[in-house]
């Protein structure tokens, strides 16, 4: 499953960059009044279809995987606590065993095991959309590789930060899940005693904790996302720029022109995914 998720993910990669060029090919034959436009302008259309197809293949292989891994993950926990010694199983709270199995398994399921190959698929469109410009220019291919190196720099220095206050979110959580077990399973204990009052006031104090932890986390994520975003499009900005003096000065073609907008667009995309996917395996 996972040779299929990469190289559907190579071939996506692929069309995704030859698009643009197919394009700008179709756009300069037809302004010089060249033979071909009809037939590039079908090759552009052809990788527009690859698109769709291997983004679907991409995205259902991708889903197979992580149901695998989900699976495989739960069932070997369950086994270790099975087999776990009876001492030793006492020692943690049993709404921790389900917090792991019920809320942490899936997190990191999503936040390294998935997220790891959407890193690979950004890479991938990264080197060949870069590939591509480097065939329509290569002092745009420099800028670009400029522009894309800050936002990951960016998300490493800020990285720490996310890994924190998302330590800090999982032990609030873990908190609030034993309080909640403990009042489901000692029920007639509180009642007896008539603490319902003061198990209350507990409670909705860890369920705020976690409240105020989750945010926390959301808020410095939101932070490092507006920074990424921020250098990226400033990147893009300057290779526009760039752009529209080359063709002022006749090194750049309209057509070239097209193609290296919608590389520009396509970049941003995968420049913000690997910072921020980076970031949240690194959590």
């Not at 700008?24 to 527009?48: H, K, P, W």
């Not at 009876?86 to 921790?96: A, L, M, S």
């Not at 060949?128 to 420099?142: D, E, Q």
């Not at 220095?157 to 979110?169: D, H, I, M, S, W």
């Amino acid at each position: 499953m996972v040779f299929i998720v990469i190289l559907s993910s190579i071939l996506l990669a692929v069309c995704t960059s030859l698009k643009p060029i197919y394009l700008q090919n179709a756009i300069d034959a037809v302004e010089a009044g060249a033979d071909g436009a009809l037939t590039l302008f079908g090759f552009y259309v052809a990788s527009i279809l690859g698109i769709m197809l291997f983004e679907t293949v991409r995205q259902l292989s991708t889903g197979k995987y992580r149901n695998s891994v989900l699976f495989g993950l739960k069932k070997k926990v369950m086994a270790h606590i099975i087999h776990m010694p009876p001492r030793k199983f006492q020692e943690e709270q049993g709404q921790n065993y389900v917090t792991t199995l019920n809320n942490e398994i899936e997190m990191l399921v999503d936040s390294y095991y998935v997220t790891r190959l959407e890193l690979a698929y950004s890479i991938l469109v990264l080197i060949t959309c870069v590939i591509a410009l480097l065939y329509i220019n290569s002092s745009l291919a420099l800028i670009i590789v400029i522009s894309t190196v800050c936002p990951i720099i960016a998300s490493a220095v800020q990285g720490k930060a996310l890994e924190k206050r998302t330590n800090f979110y999982t032990v609030a959580l873990e908190k609030l899940n034993v309080m909640i077990g403990n009042l489901i399973h000692g029920y007639p204990t509180i009642k007896v005693n008539h603490v319902e009052r003061e198990y209350l006031a507990t409670l909705e104090r860890d369920n705020e904790s976690a409240a105020k932890a989750e945010f926390a986390k959301s808020k410095t994520k939101i932070r490092v996302n507006m920074i990424i975003g921020l250098l990226s499009y400033a990147g893009e900005a300057v290779m526009v720029g760039f752009s529209i003096y080359e063709i002022a000065r006749g090194r750049l073609s309209v057509g070239a022109l097209v193609g290296a907008l919608q590389l520009s667009e396509m970049l941003v995309i995968p420049t913000n995914s690997i910072s921020y996917q980076l970031s949240e395996m690194k959590s």
